[in-house]
């Protein structure tokens, strides 16, 4: 069985900031559940976790860490969660803030984690076959991997958002990566030191978060300048999509949600109503409803929302808002609840138990990025059975298929073009929809089929990883 050693910067349910921390929290135990790969998990051990865990950690190293001229000491630690391994590398001066990303040397601590995952690997019992690091804060443990165990250690590197790089002036490669000048040209892009770049220039192997998105960016609207590389490395990219966990999404025994279900619009409506009554809105089932849960900001398309909701709400319909996020859209967001009380509610934070209840009582989703790598919130719209309405990017193309009233096909709706009236276009048709008792019928059918648990993209993986270390292991002609 093949070895693989995930090196990320967040994992559920240690440490979240986003999407990326759902995959590294899902996709070893799927992979292992498979029989596909043996798979453990390196981390930063940061102050945010949690003493629920750390006082299960074992220590079981110390060793030092060369940054540049700097020799910093590394703690490491182990500690078994559902069948998986995880290991945390400890710093006091790099992790022990408040936060775990938006400090002025960012570029610095994951230096300091990429050297150190390298380094950890003479004091871990696992010699891995493969290291799969994920987004730009493990690129620079590809390239290690690479420059120090040429040949010996397999590497694929997942680009979970290409918009983040970990950008770095070019002197940073003297002062803290400190390699002979022959390395330079695999670190820098344009006059930076980019750790994304770093990861895609040195892997064996990229991946991204869905088909359409690995498609995106290759070309310069989406690859945030990175396209002619990726066009370069296009044989050995390809798009995996993302999965979520069906257990711990799974309103038959989410204990978020007061009334449990799985088909029932019966029991779903229950929810709606005590969603209604909880937030001050007009308690009637048969409203429905449109929900957003997201950051807010441009990217997650709250610009086309902000400009077309004024207009949607003079019909019967509800929405709700949660998330936090950019000022102005916090502030049109309140006035809009303020504007249109009994009929939108605007929650300006970000609680998993709220979301739940939010997603088991919806009727629509709503997620009008403007890039989307994969999105994991329709999928789990998907899951409580709720119609997502989407644009037609990254993995939301890949996952919402538009409802098509004549052939009966479709688990959702979404459109094209980035354009406020595009969206509202799609809104007003899904109302129609919804108020067509045959038609909404038959797309309910089409969500409650939808699956996305991560049993077909570990396959993927794996086949990812077999196909690296065979090709190794293959006889001559």
Not at 414 to 430: E, G, I, K
């Amino acid at each position: 069985m093949k070895k693989i050693l995930f090196a990320a910067s967040e994992c559920t349910p240690f440490v979240k900031t986003g999407g990326l921390a759902d995959v590294i929290g899902s996709l070893p135990q799927a992979l292992q559940s498979e029989d596909l790969c043996e798979v453990r998990v390196v981390l930063p051990l940061y102050d945010e976790i949690s003493s629920e865990w750390t006082e299960q950690m074992e220590k079981t190293a110390d060793f030092q860490v060369q940054v540049g001229w700097r020799s910093q000491e590394a703690s490491l630690y182990e500690l078994n969660h559902e069948g998986v391994t995880y290991y945390f590398i400890g710093n006091d001066y790099y992790y022990t803030r408040k936060g775990i990303y938006g400090y002025y040397d960012d570029g610095e601590r994951f230096v300091f984690f990429s050297r150190a995952v390298i380094e950890a690997l003479q004091h871990i019992d696992y010699e891995p076959d493969v290291l799969h690091g994920h987004d730009w804060q493990t690129g620079l443990a590809v390239a290690f991997a690479k420059i120090f165990h040429p040949g010996n250690l397999k590497t694929v590197f997942t680009i979970h958002n290409i918009k983040y790089q970990g950008l770095m002036p070019h002197h940073a490669f003297n002062d803290l990566i400190q390699l002979p000048l022959e390395h330079f040209g695999g670190f820098e892009w344009n006059g930076m030191i980019n750790c994304m770049k770093s990861g895609i220039f040195h892997a064996d192997k990229i991946t991204t978060v869905s088909p359409s998105y690995a498609e995106e960016i290759k070309d310069p609207f989406y690859g945030e300048s990175l396209h002619p590389l990726l066009r370069e490395r296009d044989a050995d990219l390809s798009g995996v999509i993302n999965g979520i966990n069906a257990e711990d999404y799974n309103p038959m025994k989410d204990p978020n949600i007061p009334v449990n279900y799985s088909h029932s619009r019966v029991k779903k409506k229950e929810n709606k109503e005590a969603l209604q009554e909880e937030l001050g809105l007009h308690v009637n089932r048969d409203i429905p409803v449109y929900i957003a849960i997201s950051r807010l900001v441009e990217q997650k398309g709250f610009h086309l929302l902000e400009r077309i909701l004024d207009e949607f709400l003079q019909q019967e319909v509800q929405v709700i808002i949660l998330g936090t996020g950019e000022y102005e859209f916090e502030e049109s967001f309140k006035h809009l609840a303020w504007k249109h009380q009994g009929k939108m509610a605007t929650l300006l934070k970000f609680d998993e138990g709220t979301a739940r209840k939010l997603y088991a009582s919806a009727d629509f989703f709503l997620m009008p990025s403007k890039f989307e790598p994969c999105g994991l919130s329709q999928l789990i719209a998907l899951r409580y059975k709720t119609v997502p309405i989407v644009r037609e990017t990254g993995g939301l193309k890949d996952t919402v298929q538009p409802f098509n009233e004549i052939t009966g096909e479709g688990n959702g709706f979404s459109f094209t073009n980035y354009n406020a009236h595009d969206l509202l276009s799609v809104m007003n048709y899904s109302l129609s929809i919804y108020h067509q008792p045959d038609l909404w019928n038959k797309l309910i059918k089409n969500v409650n089929k939808s699956q996305f648990s991560w049993k077909e993209s570990a396959k993927a993986y794996a086949g990812i990883y077999s196909g690296l270390t065979e090709t190794e292991t293959a006889p001559e002609e």
